[in-house]
């Protein structure tokens, strides 16, 4: 739920499925799990250029 000043911003629809969790490694990458019978556990790593 959002209230106040705060924003909402929808990131990966092209996966068309329920992000249902989200976990950060030391490694910088960020991992998704999503929600759906077929569900996928997604690694997303930090651009070299940042």
């Known amino acids: 739920m959002l209230c106040g000043s705060e924003r909402q911003t929808s990131l990966f ?6 992000i249902r ?3 950060s490694h ?4 960020i991992y998704i799990l999503t ?3 077929n569900g996928k556990v997604l690694r997303i790593i930090p651009s070299e250029n940042m």
Do not use: H, I, M
């Open 13 to 18: 629809k092209q996966l068309a499925q329920r």
């Open 26 to 29: 030391p490694d910088g990458s």
């Open 21 to 23: 969790d989200v976990r």
């Open 35 to 37: 929600d759906s019978e």
